[in-house]
């Protein structure tokens, strides 16, 4: 089967949480044909309407699987419903068909079968449930002071790590690495003394190791870290000897970059986004909180699970 038509299949079959509890009457075959329905009729199967706004909807839902397939971009357009035509053979081949085979379930009594009836139930409980958190949380606002507030609290975290050029050398004794240190400061140069006496793996570039971040080379290398990263060293300058993971190092500091720090404007959409959901999960708590204590009783049998 084409990838388009899995997905096709695949959004079919969250049709009904997609539509909501509103539309949950569309699935209900219609008795009485003065019944008034919302919207403009394009079709009717039997005494079942469908509207031009269920099958926007649908289209909707299917059209934002595509966006998130694994499809290329190509892919996503060719399989997009996005014109006239396209819609007229989803209503067609898709919609139409699928209430087909809905209304001939119903015909054969298929919805009172035990193991369907528990699973459209179940559905029923998930999509009114899922009403109600959206009932709850419609009116969650998020201001432009919060929003600031939060980015004030987080600015910090929203840096870019500082990096540095380095290069290092380092000798299996601490009385060559002092040695190696002693010619430095007297005038020999860093990469070539690197190339040509390191033990390290960047002897070959010069004891070069390019532009590092802080814990990128692991947690062996806490310390040299540390070293690396002091406000001590600045551009030019020649570390001390120091222990490592492999031996005495030496490192020299060519260039100090600062992370670039995330501005509120460049952030302020997510942050509001968060700060929604955060409101939303806490309504919601309270809710679920005040209802369990108050008005429905819940019970749970914990030696019955097995």
Do not use: H, W
């Not at 240190?181 to 390290?200: C, K, N, V, Y």
């Amino acid at each position: 089967m084409p990838r388009n038509k899995i997905l096709l299949a695949i959004i079919c079959l969250s049709v009904l949480t997609l539509l909501g509890c509103d539309k949950l009457n569309f699935f209900k075959p219609k008795k009485e044909s003065g019944t008034v329905v919302k919207g403009t009729v394009i079709a009717k199967i039997a005494n079942m309407p469908i509207t031009l706004e269920m099958l926007n909807r649908e289209i909707d839902a299917y059209n934002t699987s595509i966006d998130l397939s694994n499809l290329t971009n190509d892919e996503k357009k060719k399989a997009k419903i996005d014109n006239r035509e396209k819609k007229l053979d989803y209503l067609k081949n898709s919609l139409i068909r699928r209430m087909v085979f809905y209304q001939a379930a119903l015909d054969r009594g298929l919805d009172r079968r035990d193991d369907i009836s528990e699973i459209l139930e179940r559905n029923r409980a998930t999509i009114l449930a899922q009403a109600m958190e959206e009932e709850l949380t419609k009116n969650i606002n998020v201001t432009a002071s919060e929003v600031d507030e939060a980015y004030k609290n987080v600015k910090d975290q929203l840096k870019e790590p500082d990096t540095r050029k380095v290069r290092e050398i380092m000798m299996k004794t601490e009385s060559e690495a002092k040695q190696a240190l002693l010619e430095i400061l007297q005038g020999a140069d860093f990469a070539t003394l690197a190339r040509e006496r390191s033990a390290a793996d960047s002897a070959k570039a010069g004891g070069d190791l390019g532009n590092i971040k802080k814990g990128q080379r692991g947690e062996k290398f806490i310390t040299f870290d540390d070293v690396v990263f002091s406000p001590a060293l600045q551009v030019g300058s020649v570390s001390s000897v120091f222990k490592g993971p492999d031996g005495f190092y030496i490192v020299k500091i060519e260039g100090i970059r600062e992370g670039k720090q995330s501005t509120l404007s460049e952030v302020q959409d997510r942050l509001k986004e968060l700060l929604s959901l955060r409101k939303s999960q806490e309504e919601l708590d309270k809710f679920y909180a005040q209802v369990s204590r108050d008005n429905i009783k819940v019970e749970i049998y914990e030696s019955e699970i097995k």
